[in-house]
Structure formats: C-alpha cells, structure tokens
C-alpha cells in the first residue's frame, strides 16, 4: 500500500499520538530512567537508555508504534490520517 494511502486505524494508536499519549510516554520513560538510575549496572543502562527513548519520542512527537505497524513516524501526520478513518461497508 502506498504511503499516502496509509491511515492509522486503531484506537490505541491514535492514543499513542495523542497529547495524552505523549505525556504518558514521557512520564513512563522519566519512571524508568528513576528505576534504571536505581538499579544501575548494566540492566540500569538499558532501562535508562530505552527510558530516554520514551521521554525523546514524546517530547519530539514520534511514535514507534504507529512507525513499526503503519509506517507513519510522525505523530502529527498520524493525528490527521486518523481522522480520514472510514467505515467499512457491508
């Protein structure tokens, strides 16, 4: 399917690129950048590297969910392909 063509249909992915889900985002990485920072060693590296992901993605407004199962990066280019969602017909 091409790009354009490409719309971002579930509910859960228009949370993710939504203002509630940036904020969860960042909120869920500043959690595990605490624990990783907590926990140290090597565990606490990858918790706070996969943390600073998160609150990067919100702050920046990218989704990797909405990338990886749709192919649309943006946040702002998914917001507005979700709500060309149609309908399907019987």
Known sequence: MPRDQRIVASAFA???VSTAGRA????IG???IAVGYVIAGVAGWVLGAFGLLL????AFDFCFITGLVDGIWSGREARAR???VETPTP
């Open 24 to 27: 969860l985002r960042g909120f």
């Open 82 to 84: 979700g709500h060309r």
């Open 30 to 32: 500043i959690v595990l």
């Open 14 to 16: 228009q949370f993710m």
């Open 55 to 58: 609150v990067s993605a919100g």
